[in-house]
Structure formats: structure tokens, C-alpha cells
């Protein structure tokens, strides 16, 4: 089993920067791929970044291309998620997410990649 814990959510005016951290424990040897998406009340929740497991390969939605940036620290077991330019319409919660599967970048954007999902961390930008 692997466990997802979100943090660094809050509220932040547009034009401002957020940084997400998600630290995983727990069997997290073979945990390829880490992801964030988020989620709207009503709305499905959407893929908005991923990285593979040495970070050299990561992927992005088209409306955070330029602003958000993955990393992760395999060492201690974390993923991160640089917010900049932060805009209304990215109020959402965020969850981290972790996979065993082989990196392709097409499929990274699908939900049933990930194994393992945090709780969330909620994120709310004012205009």
C-alpha cells in the first residue's frame, strides 16, 4: 500500500504563486509515475501534470504549460507542484496521485493510470 498526503493549499490572488508538496510512504519503490489533477464540484476531475520516475519526462495540460512545474524527490519520497501566474479558473481542489505503470506520456493524462490518490488539498484563487 501506498499512502498519498497532499499540503500547501490556500487562498491566493490572481497573478500569485502556490507550491503543492505531496509526500508518499509506504511501498512506494515501484511508484513510476506521480501526477496531479484536480477537481471542480460538479465537474470531473482533470489531469494537470506528471512526471516519471527519474523526472526526466514530464507532461502537462495545456492551460498550465508556462505557469506549473512537477518535480519530485525520490529520496524523501515527494512530489511538488509549482503554481505561478495563478488564474481564478485553477480554484480547484488538487490531488496527488501514483503509478506503477510504464511512463507514456499520452496515457499519463487518464485517472486509472494512478494506483494510489491523496485526499486533496483545496486551492482557491481570488480575481
Known amino acids: 500500500q501506498v499512502q498519498l498526503s497532499e499540503s500547501g493549499g490556500g487562498l491566493v490572488q490572481a497573478g500569485g504563486s502556490l507550491r503543492l508538496s505531496c509526500a508518499a510512504s509506504g511501498r512506494t519503490f515501484n511508484m513510476n509515475n506521480l501526477a496531479w489533477f484536480r477537481q471542480v464540484p460538479g465537474k470531473e476531475r482533470e489531469f494537470v501534470a506528471a512526471?516519471?520516475?527519474?523526472?526526466?519526462?514530464?507532461n502537462y495540460r495545456d492551460s498550465v504549460k508556462g505557469r506549473f512545474t512537477i518535480s519530485r524527490d525520490n529520496a524523501k519520497g515527494t512530489v511538488s507542484l509549482q503554481m505561478n501566474s495563478l488564474k481564478p479558473e485553477d480554484t480547484a481542489t488538487y490531488y496527488c496521485?501514483?503509478?506503477?505503470?510504464?511512463?507514456?506520456?499520452?496515457?499519463?493524462?487518464?485517472?486509472?493510470?494512478?494506483?494510489?490518490w491523496g485526499q486533496g488539498t483545496q486551492v482557491t484563487v481570488s480575481s
Open positions: 512526471i516519471n520516475w527519474s523526472g526526466g519526462s514530464t
Open positions: 496521485a501514483a503509478g506503477s505503470r510504464p511512463w507514456i506520456a499520452v496515457r499519463t493524462v487518464l485517472r486509472n493510470e494512478y494506483q494510489y
